[in-house]
């Protein structure tokens, strides 16, 4: 897997303060902003994948990394 653990629990903090909304592609790894914390596959601009960008609570909780 391309997402690192830490930078999804730090993604989490960061949406805790309400500063932002972070995401990330489960195939290229890159984080995204503007994703609601519960999203699931959303489409990822970076790389191009269908349904593969997730919220960061959501790959936290859901266990998708």
Known sequence: MKINPQDVINAVE???TGI???GFCTACGE???GVE???RGYDCE???ETG???GA???L???LF
């Open 14 to 16: 960061d949406s805790m």
């Open 52 to 54: 593969t960008v997730h």
């Open 31 to 33: 984080r995204v902003e």
């Open 20 to 22: 932002d909304n972070p």
């Open 37 to 39: 914390p519960d999203a």
């Open 61 to 63: 909780m859901g266990g």
């Open 57 to 59: 609570e959501e790959l």
């Open 46 to 48: 970076c790389c191009g």
